[in-house]
């Protein structure tokens, strides 16, 4: 649900769920048609708002919707994603597929890492 403080704008916080039912809609409608995604990795407009959509016909109490909520949601996975991927493009670093986790070789690689 939205906070406000200090006049500032409205913030959302995510629960775990809420990003479930979003990713899970956004596979959904990309099986469904694929035309929705585009070749480079990006999604054509009207996307999240067919995803607002479908998100409110299942849950109609939902205050979820494209713009700013699932809009500022996707940018900030965007930038999570882009971080891990070019953290573990260094050789220092690695990923572990089972735990979906990045490893690092010591602690003072990652304190050099975060430095920078």
């Known amino acids: 649900m939205p906070k406000k403080s200090d006049g500032k ?10 990003e479930e039912i979003l990713l899970n809609t956004m596979k959904d409608l990309v099986i469904e048609n694929a035309m929705w995604k585009l070749d480079c990795g ?6 999240f708002r067919e995803c607002e959509k479908k998100i409110v016909l299942r849950f109609p109490d939902t205050d979820l919707r494209a713009s700013p909520y699932i809009d500022s949601k996707i940018k900030t996975w965007r930038k999570q994603y882009n971080l891990l991927q070019d953290m573990i493009q260094f050789s220092s670093f690695g990923w ?5 986790m990045v490893l690092v070789d ?3 690689v990652w304190e050099n890492y ?3």
């Open 96 to 100: 572990d597929d089972s735990e979906k």
């Open 9 to 18: 704008a409205a913030r959302r916080f995510w629960n775990k769920r809420e």
């Open 114 to 116: 975060v430095r920078v």
């Open 42 to 47: 990006m999604f054509k407009g009207g996307f």
């Open 106 to 108: 010591s602690d003072d």
